[in-house]
């Protein structure tokens, strides 16, 4: 087994949270004990570069550590989340966006650009809520745009808008990342309240007017998940540069052990079908390098491994449990 690198995680990924709180990366936003402050404590940069992990943190290639003497300070994602303002209502929204009643404290975006400022880093990625439906949020990056011009500017979004003056803002990102939950409209309109033809336009106009990089991210839950195949078939004719699975806790929503082997024949259906998609279509995944990302939960639930993918489409499958960067694609 590959050894894990100890490295301080937040010289190189933060993580902010709506709420104004810090993490050293994106991965343990709901770790509260790993939180390094929050955007409202004096001198939160100085906080950031002493931070000493309180507990101990590991995934699939490091381990947290204390900043040491020596250490070079490389920034090189800055992940945000602004305000969980947003227009869709998923059933399963882990930040219970549709719920939300707050405001945002806009008084954050000055203390956000500091750090922006200072970090330089080599990718900002902004998520929500949704960040598109923010008028203040995306006014925010335009001017923040101009002071980070080696930086990548990277959106997450659930891509269902089809307004002009929204097409037109997106100008100012180098890649986008669309998440779909579902992929046949009455379930897409069941599960996150929008609709899937708008979506589809939105992907389809970035692709075609625009050279920003795509990803295409399908959540799977137990109302969704044999819709994965039908995605995966859409999106080798529609490349993006990487197709992303990953599950939202589906045993969480259903009984393991139903009677007939019942989620067990649906998952094994849609484990076959999806194989048999990817196959049929290794021409336009090999041509246009199409990346395959399996998140590790979408792995265990349809029984995947990269051995299950024939010849050279195994090296576009990728199986992922951290981030995946710009520099990735
Ligand atoms: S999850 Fe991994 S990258 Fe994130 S803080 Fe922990 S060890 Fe570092
Ligand atoms: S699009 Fe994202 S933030 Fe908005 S309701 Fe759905 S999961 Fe939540």
Redesign the pocket.
């Known amino acids: 087994m590959k050894e894990k690198t100890k490295?301080p995680?937040h010289y190189s990924?933060l993580f902010i949270k709506y709420n104004g709180d810090v993490f050293?990366?994106c991965?343990?936003w709901c770790r509260n004990e790993?939180k390094i402050g929050s955007l409202d404590d004096p001198g939160i940069l100085s906080r950031i570069l002493d931070y000493k992990p309180p507990a101990s943190?590991?995934?699939q290639?490091?381990?947290?550590r204390e900043a040491r003497e020596g250490d070079n300070f490389k920034s090189s994602f800055l992940n945000i989340e602004f305000s969980l303002k947003c227009q869709a209502s998923c059933a399963m929204c882990c930040v219970e966006a549709p719920e939300w009643k707050g405001k945002y404290n806009d008084g954050y975006f000055d203390i956000i650009g500091q750090i922006a400022e200072h970090f330089q880093p080599d990718e900002l990625l902004v998520q929500g809520g949704e960040v598109l439906f923010q008028d203040n949020t995306m006014e925010f990056l335009s001017k923040l745009r101009a002071s980070l011009p080696r930086t990548a500017f990277c959106l997450v979004t659930n891509g269902c808008f089809k307004n002009r003056k929204t097409l037109d803002s997106l100008k100012i990102f180098n890649r986008i990342g669309v998440s779909l939950v579902g992929f046949q409209n009455e379930t897409y309109k069941k599960i996150m309240g929008l609709d899937l033809d708008i979506t589809k336009k939105f992907i389809e106009y970035v692709h075609n007017e625009t050279d920003i990089k795509t990803l295409l991210k399908f959540l799977s839950t137990p109302s969704n998940i044999h819709e994965i195949p039908l995605f995966m078939e859409w999106a080798a004719g529609n490349p993006p540069n990487a197709v992303v699975f990953e599950d939202t806790g589906f045993w969480q929503y259903v009984n393991k052990n139903a009677p007939f082997s019942y989620w067990n024949k649906i998952l094994f259906r849609t484990r076959n079908d999806f194989l048999r998609t990817v196959e049929n279509n290794a021409e336009t995944v090999l041509r246009n390098k199409l990346k395959i990302y399996l998140r590790p939960h979408i792995v265990d639930l349809l029984s995947l491994s990269p051995g299950d993918f024939p010849g050279t489409l195994k090296d576009y499958v990728i199986l992922h449990d951290?981030h995946i960067k710009y520099e990735d694609l």
């Open positions: 490295r995680c990924d050293p990366c991965e343990v790993l943190c590991e995934c290639n490091y381990k947290l951290i």
